[in-house]
């Protein structure tokens, strides 16, 4: 209901999911290194400057292709994408680089993630990547697609700072609609990417890390590659922690070819109340199902807290898989 009045009540926006990497590795050599200095996009120009690459939104898009001496985006399709004012919030989708111990990506292909509710700004974001990087990856890097919080305190993070329900309700409300079938600037960042690193390196595969709503964002990246880039599904790589959308591989079959799916595992507890009721789809696709592990709640985390050490002993073999041959299964 909330997902449905969401689609039919706020703006939408037209964005390029382009097609052809080799033409948007040309585009977004340009926009990195000339943007900057364009007034017209100055929140991109403050991205740049933290050394975080502007999402390519596309007005981006155009005005780098322009200068770059291209005319026209080609083989791409266009996308309506929820409005500023439910699918961004706070600092807007964003996408960082974070190096790792490793100082690389896996030999069997990349790692992302994309993090959940109330994260104030990269900073929390990259705290949570950390613990991600060295307790499950090894150290390796991790592509990082930001999806932002309308929300401006975090009495979690910081006790003692007031409760922004107002902000919260708008969350919700976005992870209701993305769930509706809508998508978002941060869905969006994540489906070009797969597309672009996996067009650019045929033998790897790509493991995306969400945890919480961002499990939403990421599964409308998947709808968006199984109706547009379906051969990359076999591709793709899902860990899913304490879930506000509970995918399985199922859900991803392409229609003319049952064998383009991608591997898709869920983590969650019982106790964990944000993912047992936001992640209404689990009563549907039944928690006994193979692919979502029910991990039972030991330690003095918030059964919420991914990076704790019943997560890191349940899931980290599944990690350990995908560095040494790009599967989790």
């Not at 007034?39 to 292709?65: I, N, T, W, Y």
């Not at 990349?110 to 993090?115: E, L, P, R, V």
């Not at 922690?241 to 064998?259: K, L, N, R, S, V």
Request: net charge negative; with cysteine.
């Amino acid at each position: 209901m909330f997902g449905a009045c969401a689609r039919a009540t706020v703006e939408t926006a037209d964005v390029v999911l382009d097609l052809e990497p080799d033409l948007r590795s040309k585009v977004d050599a340009v926009a990195i290194e000339r943007l900057s200095n364009d007034p017209r996009l100055e929140r991109h120009s403050a991205a740049l400057r933290m050394r975080v690459a502007p999402l390519p939104k596309e007005d981006v898009v155009v005005l780098a292709a322009r200068r770059a001496g291209i005319s026209r985006i080609s083989k791409g399709v266009k996308i309506s994408l929820l409005g500023k004012e439910i699918g961004e919030g706070g600092l807007g989708s964003s996408y960082f680089h974070f190096q790792g111990s490793a100082s690389k990506d896996p030999d069997s292909g990349f790692i992302g993630f994309t993090n959940g509710m109330c994260n104030l700004d990269h900073a929390m974001t990259r705290k949570n990547v950390t613990k991600l990087s060295r307790d499950f990856a090894d150290g390796h890097s991790c592509h990082v697609h930001y999806l932002p919080t309308h929300q401006t305190s975090d009495p979690k993070e910081n006790p003692g700072d007031w409760f922004d329900l107002y902000g919260f309700l708008q969350d919700t409300f976005r992870m209701f609609a993305v769930n509706d079938g809508c998508h978002t600037w941060t869905s969006y960042s994540i489906a070009q990417h797969w597309i672009d690193v996996l067009a650019k390196d045929p033998d790897k595969n790509y493991l995306h890390v969400c945890h919480s709503e961002g499990t939403t964002h990421v599964n409308a990246a998947l709808r968006l590659i199984k109706e547009h880039k379906p051969e990359l599904l076999i591709r793709i790589r899902i860990i899913a922690f304490c879930p506000a959308y509970f995918m399985i591989p199922e859900d991803h079959i392409h229609d003319e070819d049952e064998a383009l799916r991608p591997q898709i595992v869920a983590f969650y507890k019982e106790e964990d109340m944000i993912a047992s009721v936001a992640g209404r789809h689990v009563v549907e696709k039944g928690a006994d199902h193979p692919r979502v592990h029910i991990v039972k709640h030991k330690d003095e985390h918030d059964p919420h807290d991914f990076w704790s050490p019943d997560y890191v002993k349940v899931a980290k073999p599944f990690f350990d898989k995908f560095i040494a041959d790009g599967n989790i299964y």
